[in-house]
């Protein structure tokens, strides 16, 4: 049986906040935005992040 990885686990050596992680990945899963259409909203928020990071 596999280990289940708790929630802050998953999240050990991000760079950015829990938060701000899974708002990217819901906006970019439920709207179909591009990574680099994320990068601009971000932008917009005061958030400097590259999309390659976005990919990752």
Known sequence: ???????????????????IIILCARWYRRYK???RDLVEMMAGRGLAISHTTILR
């Open 1 to 19: 049986m596999a280990k289940r990885e708790t929630i802050n686990e998953l999240f050990n050596g991000c760079h950015f906040e829990q938060e």
């Open 33 to 35: 935005l591009s990574s």
